[in-house]
C-alpha cells in the first residue's frame, strides 16, 4: 500500500470504495501505528511519504583478550557483532575497556559487511597509548547500502604493543 | 492544516464533506507519512505542539585532520569545525568524538561546541570532551541541548586547552534533532 494525498470532498458528491480504499485505508496502512509491529521499535521516514519499523541491535563479548596484530583482526573471541536491517544510514557506538602494554596506540573499530562492505577503519576507533585501564566510546553515523548489515568490532595495537581489551560492545540505531 | 480531534459517528448520521475534509483529510495530513516529503531515508517524527509534529533527521560533520592550539580560551583549529547545521526543537542530542592529548602531562585538553542561529549558546566545559595529560584517547561524549530556540541551529566544535599544547584529530560531530 502507497500513501495518497487525501482527497477533498465536496458536498453532495457519492464517496465510493475505491475512494475510502485510496485515500482512508491505505493512507492509514502507513501511518505511525499501522507500521508498529512490536514493543521498543521506532518510525522513521523510507522516502516520500514511506514509513518503516527499525528495531536497534546491541552484543557484547566481556572476555579479555588481547592481540598484537598491527592489523585489524579478530580477538580469539569473535565481535561482538550486530546484524540489523538499515536504512541508507545507521548510528553506531563502540566501546570497550583496554590498555596498551607500552606507550604504543591500541584500537578497537569495527567493520561492516553484508549489504554494505567497510573495513574497520581508525576513523572509527576508540584509541589509547595509555598503560592504565581505561573506557571509551566511539560514535559514527554510517551511510549504508539499505537491507541488511552486519556491523563486527575488530582490534590492532601499533608497533611492539600488546592491547588488551575487555567488555567490549558493540550498539546500533538503525536509520 | 491542523489536527482535530475526530468525531465520534453515530449511527443514522451522513458524514458530510466538511467532516470528511475535517476529520479525515486534514488529520492524515498530520501524520508521519504525510509530513515525509523532502525524500529523506531516516529521519524521525517530532511533536512540535500539540497534535502537531515535524520531520528530524540526524546530521554529521567531521573533519579529520590532526591540529593543535594552545589557546586557554575555547577557539577554532586552523580548519574550522566540524560544523552541523540542522532544523531542531528545543532539544537535540549531541555526540562529540576526536582523538586528543596534551603536550604536558599535568593539563587537559577540551572539545566543546557553541551554538549559534536561531540559539546561541557558547562552548563550555561542562558540555565537553576532555583529556588529561600526554597520553592520546580517542573517544566521544554525549550532551542532550535543552533549552533551544526552535528552528536553524548550527552547532560548531571549539577547543581550549587549559595548559600546554593540545592536539586533536579525527574531530566528529553529530546531532539528533528533535
Known amino acids: 500500500m502507497a500513501w495518497t494525498s487525501p482527497m477533498t470532498a465536496t ?27 512490536a514493543a521498543a521499535r521506532y518510525i522513521v521516514t523510507n522516502g516520500n511519504n514511506t514509513l518503516a519499523e527499525r528495531v536497534p541491535g546491541d552484543a557484547v ?19 561482538p557483532a550486530v546484524t540489523v536491517t538499515t536504512g541508507t544510514k545507521a548510528l553506531v557506538f563502540a566501546r570497550c575497556t583496554f590498555d596498551s602494554s607500552n606507550s604504543n596506540s591500541v584500537y578497537a573499530s ?10 574497520a577503519s581508525d576513523n572509527w576507533a576508540v584509541r589509547s597509548n595509555d598503560t592504565t585501564l581505561l573506557s571509551a566510546c566511539s560514535v559514527k553515523l554510517h551511510t549504508l ?20 581489551f575487555a567488555n567490549r560492545r558493540i550498539t546500533v540505531l538503525p536509520l | 492544516m491542523v489536527w482535530t480531534v475526530p468525531k465520534t459517528a453515530a449511527d443514522g448520521e451522513t458524514l458530510n464533506a466538511a467532516e470528511y475534509n475535517m476529520y479525515v483529510r486534514d488529520n492524515l495530513l498530520e501524520t508521519h507519512a504525510a509530513k515525509a516529503t523532502s525524500g529523506n531515508r531516516g529521519a524521525w517524527f517530532c511533536g512540535t505542539g500539540p497534535n502537531a509534529g515535524a520531520e528530524r533527521m540526524c546530521a554529521e560533520n567531521e573533519v579529520l585532520t590532526s591540529q593543535s592550539s594552545s589557546s586557554t580560551s575555547y577557539v577554532n583549529l586552523s580548519t574550522v569545525g566540524p560544523t552541523v547545521t540542522v532544523n531542531t526543537g528545543e532539544r ?19 572539545m566543546s561546541y557553541a551554538v549559534s542561529g536561531a540559539t546561541t549558546v557558547a562552548a563550555s566545559d561542562d558540555t565537553a570532551l576532555r583529556r588529561q595529560g600526554n597520553t592520546n584517547m580517542q573517544d566521544m ?28 584529530a579525527v574531530r566528529r560531530l553529530i546531532v539528533m534533532p528533535f
Not at chain 2, 142 to 163: C, E, I
Open chain 1, 110 to 119: 569495527y567493520a561492516i559487511s553484508g549489504a554494505t562492505t567497510t573495513s
Open chain 2, 141 to 168: 561524549t554525549v550532551h542532550l541541548a535543552m533549552g533551544l530556540t526552535p528552528g536553524s541551529n548550527t552547532f560548531q566544535a571549539k577547543y581550549r586547552v587549559a595548559g600546554g599544547t593540545g592536539t586533536w
Open chain 1, 11 to 37: 458536498e453532495n458528491t457519492i464517496w465510493t470504495s475505491a475512494q475510502w480504499n485510496t485515500h482512508v485505508r491505505d493512507n492509514l496502512n502507513e501511518t505511525q501505528a499501522a507500521k508498529a509491529t
Open chain 2, 92 to 110: 537535540a542530542l549531541v555526540f562529540l568524538y576526536c582523538f586528543h592529548d596534551n603536550s604536558l602531562s599535568n593539563w587537559s585538553s577540551y
Open chain 1, 61 to 79: 563479548v566481556a572476555t579479555q583478550q588481547t592481540t598484537t596484530s598491527t592489523s585489524y583482526t579478530n580477538l580469539a573471541t569473535t565481535g
Open chain 1, 145 to 164: 547500502n539499505a537491507g541488511s548489515n552486519t556491523f563486527t568490532m575488530q582490534y590492532k595495537a601499533l608497533s611492539t604493543a600488546t592491547g588488551t
